[in-house]
């Protein structure tokens, strides 16, 4: 049935992102919606890219995304069995340059649009989310706003012509007038008035009633059984169940069930005939589907190396799209050089993304950046459960000043106010997507969206990868010395969006290690047959 009245568009590059085009491609919030679907923008609304819609779906009204703009000449369908939107529900939702960046990300990947959405959004964002009306009561006519007065006897005479109250309309009023909420569900309005689509925008355009997203209702808390400690009468215990108690008073009087069971190697009858004495109570116990574990002490800012202190200064002072390569060696202090880099910017009341190239990776670099910024601090990145995806999501849609570090995946993470991004070990090869479509590069989509936000990107490594480092330096390989400066470097790219920075030493001088090549081949021949080499057996001096 669908099919006969909303046509799905396929992804092309024959459209005109301007606010004059009568079609729009939207992402629908409905189960089993595979593809995008056209919709035509009525006159007297206006749409932009990322905006939440109220659009119809077969016979109900449901939500949608505004993706991209379509010309009348891209329709692969008669223009005249394409539906109208509805209304807007809330705007900007989603900037503009990340719907950009996945229409770049799907048509330089060759892939299919609604495919490359599918990798950047989590599932289920927007089906938990409902739009709701309020009752603008100052903005009313004397008239409709008196103490008693019946919307539905209004006599419209007695107000301007462009304000005309038809009978839909006068029937939300008196919903809103006589309820006992301040503010309705869209679909409870369209269930008790007909026609109330249009009365609705026609209210709104007015500034009598509010539209918004109301911000989805927790999921049902994620619960586990935990075992606690509660003292009790031990006399009539036997020998085993003290010691049970006693291991469970050495965790701190709590554990979860499945814990307690695994460490004291004891079934759940035992446990409870512990409760069955009043020893211990089996309960109910929520934890949080995200980041919980106890934020590190909280530390300041470490004092720098001259050649940090230059990159921060030169990172601090970027305004815009720019590019950096920071060339540090092991031990150089990079991690600190990111979160002097990053102070400013949450100061500024925006936020920063930070890229890993593998999950274990994650928690050692979260720990330095929860130290520093508490509760700021997000965590994103494939093995997260659905939930967990969700929860961060909608904290990053926010807009609240943040950090996110992620894998991969999160370089599509929905930060409205993105001030910095950061690839760390960007060499690394778990940065490129080899399955399934679309088979990204993390690093160049990340310098892709820098570009569009504009937002400096700054690209880590000890060793960079060969691209990164004609991009940035150029195709010498022969390291010049700056007059100023007393150790080698290699001169930035003559354009100013690709920067080279340089922090050739450890922290405190520290020595580099002593690195030797053996030739596996002599110790053979020398009769080692051990897979370590000699000098490696030695202690080393």
């Known amino acids: 049935m669908l099919a006969t009245q909303l046509f799905a568009a396929e992804p092309s590059t024959d459209y005109d992102a301007t606010a004059h085009t009568p079609f729009i491609e939207v992402l629908v919030d409905c189960p089993g919606a595979e593809k995008l679907f056209v919709y035509e923008i009525p006159e007297d609304l206006e749409v932009e890219i990322g905006d939440i819609l109220s659009v119809p779906f077969g016979s109900q009204q449901v939500g949608a995304i505004a993706v991209r703009f379509v ?96 009978q839909p309309e006068r029937q939300i009023l008196h919903l809103f007038e006589t309820g006992k909420s301040d503010s309705y569900t869209d679909r409870y309005l369209r269930q008790k008035v007909r026609g109330a689509g249009k009365a609705i925008r026609k209210l709104r355009q007015r500034g009598w009633l509010d539209s918004y997203l109301e911000a989805p209702k927790a999921n049902r808390p994620q619960s586990k059984l935990a075992v606690v400690l509660t003292g009790g009468d031990r006399s009539e215990l036997t020998p085993r169940q003290q010691e049970l108690l006693t291991i ?55 004092t720098l190396t001259p050649d940090q202190t230059a990159a921060i200064e030169r990172l601090t002072a970027a305004r815009g799209f720019e590019s950096f390569l920071l060339h ?39 720990d330095r950046f929860r130290a520093r910024f508490g509760d700021r601090v997000r965590v994103y990145h494939s093995g997260l459960s659905s939930g967990e995806r969700f929860d961060t999501w909608r904290q990053m849609l926010t807009g609240e000043p943040q950090v996110v570090i992620g894998t991969r995946s999160a370089v599509f ?34 310098t892709w969206r820098a570009e569009l936000e504009p937002c400096p990107i700054v690209l880590g490594s000890a060793t960079p990868s060969l691209e990164t480092w004609i991009e940035h330096v150029g195709d010498s390989l022969t390291p010049k010395r700056f007059p100023e400066q007393s150790h080698e470097q290699f001169p930035p790219r003559s354009t100013h969006s690709a920067t080279y920075l340089s922090i050739p030493r450890r922290v405190r001088d520290r020595p580099m290690p002593i690195v030797r090549v053996v030739d596996l081949r002599n110790e053979l021949q020398l009769g080692n047959r051990s897979i370590f080499s000699r000098p490696l057996q030695k202690r080393p001096a």
């Open 413 to 446: 993470a929905p930060l409205p106010n993105l001030g910095a991004i950061i690839l760390d070990e960007e060499h690394d090869s778990s940065f490129k997507q080899d399955q399934p479509a679309p088979t990204y590069h993390a690093r160049t989509v990340a």
């Open 248 to 302: 469970l008073e050495r965790r701190g009087g709590e554990l979860w069930l499945t814990d307690f069971l695994q460490q004291v190697r004891a079934s759940r009858g035992t446990v409870n005939k512990l409760a069955a004495a009043g020893c211990v109570t089996i309960a109910d116990r929520e934890f949080l589907r995200q980041e919980s574990s106890p934020i590190p002490q909280r530390d300041s800012a470490k």
């Open 328 to 366: 540090g060696v092991t031990g150089s202090g990079k991690t600190e050089v990111y979160l002097q880099m990053i102070a400013p910017v949450i100061d500024r009341g925006q936020s920063a993304l930070v890229l890993v190239p593998e999950i274990g990776l994650t928690p050692q670099l979260t």
């Open 71 to 166: 010309t009348e000449a891209g329709l692969e369908v008669d223009r005249s069995r394409v539906k109208a939107i509805e209304d807007v529900i809330t705007r900007g939702l989603f900037p503009p340059s990340y719907w950009s960046l996945i229409d770049r990300v799907a048509t330089y990947y060759c892939a299919p649009l609604m495919q490359t959405i599918r990798t950047a959004l989590p599932p289920g964002l927007l089906q938990k989310s409902q739009r709701r009306l309020r009752l603008n009561r100052d903005r009313l006519p004397d008239g409709l706003n008196s103490s008693g007065m019946n919307p539905s006897g209004i006599d419209p005479s007695g107000l301007n012509p462009t304000e005309f109250v038809s």
